[in-house]
């Protein structure tokens, strides 16, 4: 099997090569921007023949989906941060949908077929049809954000796609990820790199957070990765699975635990900011669709996922001591 994945130097496709490598057969291709591994990567070098594209740029696109001639393509690659949108919004757009577009018609250039895995987020449901109530594949689009609005735009592009000129789209939306190796641009690792950096001496025994009143469906992102491979062997083109474990936790709570596997007494102070209205209060997952069609279920308990992303930061800290 010949496996293009695009954006593959970030955190989801770092713990996809991880996921795919153990299976063995499989080429192993990826593009991104700049086509350079980060440091936290360097491992996976010698598995993955690895290529800079602008997916904007067809040309350029077109010409790597001949050389590598893919069975499947993963598309990971685009704009991801939420709050960063707001501020750039036309590098969401030209990132999520431009780029989302580039990669499908260099694919109808090539003359070439492959299965296609679309890579979307949660956050284009924004708030729910009924609040309190999980968020299905049926539910509204109502994107909230700059970067949900785009990443909305380029769901509904490949959904367009597979029906004409007929692609072979699957689309998968995830809700929130942790892991190792996850930028501290999150919550989550956000608080392990503060506690990680106070366990360190390198600051106070502190973590400074904004609003905690949020509740966020968590999912391991080794445990996200396991549903790709499942979802390009039996998800079914043009339709959209969500990739959730399916319960909310409050942020505020998760803050807790890690605060409770600190090796320091750490004190939380919170700064409420402006202009985060816009994000969605409470996200929560009906993944019963990607379960019925693949038989994926989340093993990675929350307070392993928490400790990995701890120990993940504790092992920066002591590079930086």
């Not at 009143?213 to 083109?237: C, H, N, Q, Y």
């Not at 402006?274 to 994000?279: H, I, S, T, Y």
């Not at 969605?280 to 669709?289: F, L």
Request: aromatic share 8%; glycine share 8%; proline share 6%.
């Amino acid at each position: 099997m010949s496996i293009l994945i695009t954006g593959i130097t970030g955190f989801v496709g770092g713990h996809l090569v991880e996921h795919l490598m153990p299976a063995g057969g499989h080429a192993l291709f990826g593009v991104s921007r700049r086509g350079v591994w980060p440091a936290a990567l360097a491992h996976l070098g010698p598995h993955v023949q690895l290529s800079a594209c602008d997916l904007c740029d067809r040309t350029a696109t077109e010409a790597v989906i001949r050389a590598v001639r893919p069975d499947w393509v993963v598309h990971l690659a685009g704009y991801a941060n939420t709050g960063g949108s707001f501020r750039d919004p036309d590098q969401a757009w030209r990132e999520n949908l431009a780029a989302t577009r580039g990669l499908y018609d260099a694919v109808i250039g090539s003359g070439l077929r492959p299965r296609i895995l679309f890579v979307s987020t949660g956050l284009v449901y924004g708030e729910p049809d009924r609040p309190g109530e999980p968020c299905d594949e049926f539910t509204t689009l109502k994107p909230a954000s700059p970067y949900a609005a785009s990443k909305a735009a380029a769901d509904l592009v490949s959904y367009q796609y597979s029906r004409s000129p007929g692609l072979d789209i699957v689309r998968v939306r995830l809700f929130n990820q942790i892991g190792p190796r996850q930028s501290a641009d999150f919550a989550v690792p956000n608080f392990a790199r503060q506690i990680a950096s106070a366990e360190a001496g390198k600051q106070p025994p502190e973590v400074h957070t904004g609003d905690l009143s949020a509740r966020r469906d968590i999912t391991d992102v080794r445990d996200i990765v396991a549903a790709f491979p499942m979802l390009l062997e039996k998800g079914l083109s043009g339709e959209a699975y969500n990739a959730a474990r399916g319960d909310s936790y409050l942020v505020q709570d998760l803050l807790d635990r890690l605060v409770s596997m600190s090796k320091v007494p750490i004190k939380v102070y919170q700064n409420f900011e402006v202009g985060r209205k816009a994000d969605t209060a409470i996200t929560r997952a009906d993944a019963r669709k990607l379960r019925a069609a693949t038989g994926w279920e989340p093993r990675v308990p929350l307070d392993r996922s928490l400790a990995d992303v701890l120990d993940y930061w504790r092992s920066v800290a002591s590079l930086k001591s």
